[in-house]
């Protein structure tokens, strides 16, 4: 059975930093274009960062270049999305997902597996 597990969320000064983890079990990550997502309340779901399972090539959404970071441990069959500079704008609950396609990606219907989600506020 599929499992992707978010941690690494919470509360935190604007200005901040917080780094998610997304974990699997019954898949390994490293065969997958995995993706950070975020959903904000009365807001659709958006493709924060994504990075593919072929070259490493990474796709950062515009409202988070030059502050998240995406990356991988294969050994730890673990994701990480580093965020920095964090502002409330980027309060959201966050999921990681994965997608067997080769191509970096922004659009939710490309990934097949998901995690329930962490939530990241952003708030003085």
């Known amino acids: 059975q599929v499992q992707l597990v978010e941690s690494g969320g919470g509360l935190v000064q604007p200005g901040g930093s917080l780094r998610l983890s997304c974990t699997a079990s019954g898949l390994t990550l490293e065969h997958y274009s995995i993706g950070w997502f975020r959903q904000a309340p009365g807001k659709q779901r958006e493709g924060v960062s994504c990075i593919n399972n072929v070259d490493g090539k990474i796709l950062n959404a515009e409202s988070v270049k030059g502050r998240f970071t995406i990356s991988r441990d294969n050994a730890k069959n673990t994701v990480y999305l580093e965020m920095n500079s964090l502002k409330p704008d980027d309060t959201a609950v966050y999921y990681c997902?994965?997608?067997?396609?080769?191509?970096?990606?922004?659009?939710?219907?490309?990934?097949?597996?998901w995690g329930q989600g962490t939530q990241v506020t952003v708030s003085s």
């Open positions: 997902a994965a997608s067997q396609g080769q191509q970096v990606s922004a659009t939710p219907a490309d990934f097949a597996y």
